[in-house]
């Protein structure tokens, strides 16, 4: 059974980092690419990151380019989301998702989210 879970959300101020961890069990990240996602209350679901562990192919959406890295630890079937100089507007619901064989594809399998909250 694929199963991924979220830790690693809070609350912090403004400019401040939170490093997010989406553990996957169930198959191993070299299988699929593994994206990150964020909701925030009243808005579309953005794609925020992604990673093809197969050959490092990284992907970041315009708003987190240059602040979030994502990374991946095959030996604990982890992937991991950095994110530095935190803005008021980053604070979402945070998912990772199984995406498939690349990151082009449509998410397949949902962890259940970890909130994140950017204090002004």
């Known amino acids: 059974e694929v199963r991924l879970v979220e830790s690693g959300g809070g609350l912090v101020q403004a400019g401040g980092s939170l490093r997010l961890s989406c553990a996957a069990s169930?198959?191993?990240?070299?299988?699929?690419?593994i994206g990150w996602f964020r909701q925030a209350p009243g808005k579309d679901s953005e794609g925020v990151s992604c990673?093809?562990?197969?050959?490092?192919?990284?992907y970041y959406g315009d708003s987190v380019k240059g602040r979030f890295t994502i990374s991946a630890d095959n030996a604990k079937n982890t992937v991991y989301l950095q994110m530095n100089s935190l803005k008021p507007e980053d604070s979402a619901v945070y998912y990772c998702a199984v995406l498939g064989y690349s990151c082009g594809g449509a998410p397949r399998s949902w962890g259940q989210g970890t909130q994140v909250t950017i204090s002004s």
């Open positions: 169930g198959f191993t990240l070299d299988e699929y690419a």
């Open positions: 990673i093809e562990s197969s050959d490092g192919r990284i």
